[in-house]
């Protein structure tokens, strides 16, 4: 057995904003969030701000309304799409949360595709006040020197590569932007594929030791270079030509 599994990072790659930005600056906490955010760790910052929320009588479903005016490229859209149409696992490792990317994927009708979301979980709590927990906290602590203390992805990358190797051979395509993507391109090898962002950290990280990484690499920097390398990458492994990315080539080749 075989198969293709496809790694999305969240923030900056599927949607083009930063998640916990948008609902900060669209829900008024920006005087807060710059007050304190030198003073507390991230996932207790976002606690933090939702606090705040609540206590200005803000509920779960004002922020459900706030996630839902996050834009998602089109194209982004069809790629994830496509993708799944052609048999990829698909999945999500991201250090935003389960709440916002589980809002905004089923917004845009895409939540279902995805196997996995490895992320922050949230739960809500017996005051109504949605709460974000880390996926690696005191408990169950990571020992990566290249990762934020709450999530190591290179350590959830092995985990998955582990999973996988049970049952049969797979190709794995990451695609990322930020300085926490560079860990599990790391742990990325000869065959695999990864996709950093154009001009982000991640690409800077890889164009400066370019040897560290064995995956192939393809720069993206919009949503409409996103599909049409991720269905290149994909038609080269499975050897069937999606519509849309025959439709990219066919533009791609006017004068």
């Not at 990829?88 to 279902?112: M, P, R, W």
């Not at 890889?206 to 995956?215: E, F, Q």
Request: charged share 20%; proline share 6%; with cysteine.
């Amino acid at each position: 057995m075989s198969g293709n599994v496809i790694i999305f990072d969240f923030d900056r790659t599927i949607i083009d904003d930063d998640s916990d930005r948008w609902v900060i600056v669209q829900m008024g906490l920006t005087p807060l969030f710059n007050q304190l955010r030198h003073t507390l760790p991230w996932n207790s910052l976002m606690n933090r701000m939702l606090e705040e929320l609540h206590s200005n009588g803000k509920t779960v479903e004002d922020v459900v309304q706030c996630l839902k005016q996050v834009p998602l490229h089109p194209r982004i859209v069809a790629a994830i799409k496509s993708a799944h149409a052609l048999g990829c696992d698909l999945k999500v490792l991201s250090d935003a949360n389960q709440f916002y990317i589980e809002t905004i994927l089923k917004h845009h009708g895409v939540l279902g595709l995805f196997s996995e979301i490895i992320t922050n979980p949230t739960f809500v709590d017996e005051q109504a006040c949605l709460r974000i927990t880390p996926y690696n906290d005191s408990l169950n602590p990571h020992s990566c020197n290249l990762c934020p203390p709450n999530l190591c992805k290179g350590l959830v990358m092995e985990q998955i590569q582990a999973s996988c190797s049970s049952k049969g051979k797979y190709m794995f395509i990451y695609l990322g932007d930020g300085n926490g993507d560079y860990c599990p391109t790391l742990k990325l090898g000869e065959g695999d594929h990864v996709m950093p962002r154009k001009n982000f950290p991640l690409s800077k990280l890889i164009c400066d030791n370019p040897t560290l990484v064995k995956a192939e690499v393809h720069d993206w920097d919009d949503g409409e270079k996103l599909e049409a390398i991720l269905l290149r990458v994909i038609e080269a492994e499975t050897g069937i030509t999606t519509p849309s990315n025959s439709l990219s080539r066919s533009s791609d080749s006017k004068p």
